[in-house]
């Protein structure tokens, strides 16, 4: 019996290989991530305009490079990120800046915005979280924002950064434990 996981797996490499073989087709993954890409590039890029326009340099690189792209070991989603994240560095070379964390938009809190006292309370611990992971290396940071603003899974962030999944586990954990240990911190 196969899993959801397997069918969605091949729904993928049917819309790859159609977007391999007519470039039109490749709509089709750009709706499935480019929101993702765009939560990813938003924790690295101060702009929105920037924002947008890196998004979309990131998907123009991959439909080039989409003919060269197999299914060997990488899933897709690590090969796009990696995609993103070397245009994201590219970028901060070109600029020399950085995102504050602080510069994150409201669209990204979750609080029902309907509520004056939520929504002071939601900012206030923002804020706090925002300090902390000023705090934290880039390369932590990074770590973070692939897991949680690019919602990928360990396995596919040690594709995009070079390291194995065990090692991605054992460094997200490493770095939550240190962000709960320091959040209560006066």
Known sequence: MRGEHEDAADDELALIAAAQQHP??????????QERIARYV????ALPQDVEDLTQQIFLQALDALP?????GVPFAAW????????IIDDHRRRRAMLSWEDL??????????????IAEQRETVGHLHRL???????????????????LSSTQIASV??????AVKKQLTRILRELEERYDEP
């Open 161 to 166: 950064v070079g390291k194995s999944p065990d």
């Open 105 to 118: 938009p409201d669209a990204l809190l979750v609080a029902p915005m309907d509520d004056p006292a939520i």
């Open 68 to 72: 060269r792209y197999r299914a060997h």
């Open 24 to 33: 039109v087709a490749f709509a089709d993954l750009y709706l499935r991530y």
């Open 80 to 87: 796009l990120f990696r995609i993103a994240r070397h245009a």
């Open 42 to 45: 938003q924790t690295q890029i």
């Open 133 to 151: 992971l000023g705090c934290l290396a880039p390369a932590k940071r990074e770590l973070l924002a692939l897991r949680f603003a690019a919602q």
